[in-house]
């Protein structure tokens, strides 16, 4: 699977390598890893990162340049002394140069590169995200340094930002390393019972600071499939305290992780695309409820909920790399509240699908708390809505198509908003909307005067439209427009006379008002 040397970068850089020259940039692609010893017959590397072993610094010049004419857009030598004769074969030669700490064991960073490319191309093709952008997701929702283990604590992969150096600390820093930590504080874990307690249940677990060996206070919780644990997610406190709901992070977290690492044991991509896509076709009836039932476990006749998030605003670019974003962040609070939810992103929309559900409230919690991660995450907007209950399965679809409408019909100042609640301007902006799209419905006087209007920059629309929302009381609806009640009656009467209405008629008023309101929304 193909990923860029950036995202390699995203998720392994400091403190294993930095880069010391990208002549092509840092978004050229990566076909995959080699590794090369200076002794060894030369081979052809197209597209690859290569790591350089057995010499290092100024010796490994030639190495370089051998796996460059040879195609490799990366080298990977360990550093050693001044880099300015390797920085210059790697400019000239045209391939990447990255210098990785003495320190550093080659098996790790050769198993973390790996499975950066392995997962990379899977999970970048439409967003889904994987271990590496599930830890940062947990970092920035916990405020704490995130590492995900398997059973025998290696690394599978971790947080980055640019505070972490300066937050890490020694226990960390070894254990990406590839070294092993503290021998007195892993005693202290195991006669402290915390290796048993990942093991044997779900429950986050607190380990306390111990400044006498460098290590930070510490969230821990075992990844499960079953009764079988397959790793641990361990969140170390950085500059400030942990989230008020990191905990409850952790649950979704571990969760989410787990699925991760089943695909990875069953040779599937990260992220399920097949499954993702299984999700989608059920929200759009594409899929039949017996199939995502019988795939995920789920009980078909029992109920359903359907939630959808969207970004309020921005440009196109930026959306998708914030709707993968949100996935990550729904996908991780939807397990924590539901664990067999069902997560995917359609259309620029994320959804999640929450099963066995007979009410709203769960859903309200989720929502409230998916929109306050994103705008700490993104300082992006997002909005929620929230369908009606199905009965089953498969009315799926349907939920999906209420929490639709209610996305649509929702004002600017809500964020999270429940079918139930807003059915009234659900229902309102699904009329506008046929009005909008019907020409033969559209009402030529209010057409009339939506063109005054533009023409001398005048309000007449407005003026009526505040008049009508008041029930005719003209003293409320001059107060809420700020001008004197003569003046908005001068405005009423210009109007009428204007676009010929009919105001002392109710089912011309009621028409009136819908063509107005439609002209007003889409002028």
């Known amino acids: 699977m193909d990923t860029t040397l950036r995202r390699l970068l995203a998720a392994i850089g400091e403190p294993l390598v930095e880069v010391a020259a990208a002549p092509s940039g840092l978004d050229v692609l990566l076909t995959g890893l080699a590794i090369v010893d200076p002794d060894d017959e030369p081979d052809s590397y197209p597209g690859q ?24 857009a990366a080298v990977a030598v360990k550093a050693g002394g001044p880099a300015d004769v390797l920085r210059a074969a790697a400019t000239d030669a045209g391939a990447a140069l990255l210098l990785v700490r003495p320190d550093v064991r080659w098996e790790r960073l050769e198993s973390l590169a790996r499975d950066v490319l392995h997962e990379g191309g899977a999970a970048g093709d439409d967003g889904s995200g994987d271990l590496y952008s599930l830890a940062q997701t947990v970092a920035l929702l916990t405020r704490g340094v995130v590492s995900i283990e398997d059973t025998a604590s290696r690394v599978l992969a971790y947080s980055r930002s640019d505070a972490d150096a300066a937050q890490v600390d020694e226990l960390r820093r070894l254990s990406i390393l590839g070294r092993q930590g503290p ?33 930070r206070r510490r969230l821990a919780i075992g990844i499960h499939a079953g009764h079988r644990q397959l790793g641990t997610i361990w969140v170390q406190e950085g500059a400030e305290p942990f989230a008020e709901r990191a905990a409850e992070v952790l649950v979704g977290a571990a969760r989410v992780a787990a699925g991760h690492l089943v695909r990875r044991r069953s040779q599937q ?13 059920l929200l759009d009836e594409r899929a039949s409820p017996d199939l995502v039932a019988g795939t995920f476990g789920l009980n078909e006749d ?25 996935l990550e962040v729904v996908s991780v609070h ?13 259309g620029g929309r994320v959804y999640a699908v929450l099963p066995e559900v007979r009410g709203t409230d769960g859903a309200l919690a989720l929502c409230t ?8 995450r993104s300082d992006i907007r997002v909005q929620a809505g929230i369908g009606s ?32 609640e807003i059915r009234a301007e659900v229902l309102l902006t699904q009329t506008l909307g046929l009005l909008a799209a019907n020409p033969d419905l559209r009402d030529p006087g209010v057409a009339r005067l939506v063109a005054y209007d533009r023409e001398h920059r005048t309000d007449l629309v407005g003026s009526v439209v505040a008049w009508l929302d008041a ?33 002392d008629d109710p089912r011309a008023r009621l028409v009136h008002h819908l063509q107005l309101l439609a002209a007003g929304r889409h002028s």
């Not at 029992?302 to 949100?326: I, K, N, P, Y």
């Not at 708390?369 to 700490?376: G, K, L």
């Not at 679809?397 to 409408?405: C, L």
């Open 334 to 346: 939807a397990a924590a509240h539901r664990r067999a939810a069902l997560c995917a992103a359609v």
């Open 183 to 215: 021998a007195d504080y892993l005693r202290m874990l195991r006669e402290w019972g915390v290796f048993n307690r990942l093991r044997d249940g779900e429950d986050v677990v607190r380990v306390d600071e111990h400044a006498e060996l460098g290590i």
């Open 389 to 420: 209950p199905a009965a089953r399965l498969a009315g799926v679809p349907s939920s999906r198509r209420e929490a639709d409408r209610v996305l649509d019909a929702m004002g600017e100042a809500q964020d999270v908003a429940v079918f139930g």
């Open 49 to 72: 990162l290569v790591l350089v072993i057995g010499v290092r610094g100024r010796a490994a010049t030639a190495a370089l340049r051998a796996a460059a004419r040879r195609g490799a």
């Open 471 to 503: 029930m005719g009381d003209v003293r409320a609806a001059a107060e809420r427009l700020t001008v004197h009640p003569n003046t908005l009656r001068y405005r009423v009467r210009r109007a009428t006379a204007i676009a010929g209405l009919r105001l």
């Open 269 to 281: 991509a990260p992220g399920g695309r097949w499954e993702r896509d299984l999700v989608a076709g």
């Open 369 to 376: 708390e998916v929109v306050a991660a994103a705008r700490r």
């Open 302 to 326: 029992a109920g359903a909920l359907v939630v959808a998030f969207a970004m309020r605003d921005g440009d196109a670019a930026s959306q998708e790399l914030v709707v993968a974003e949100l």
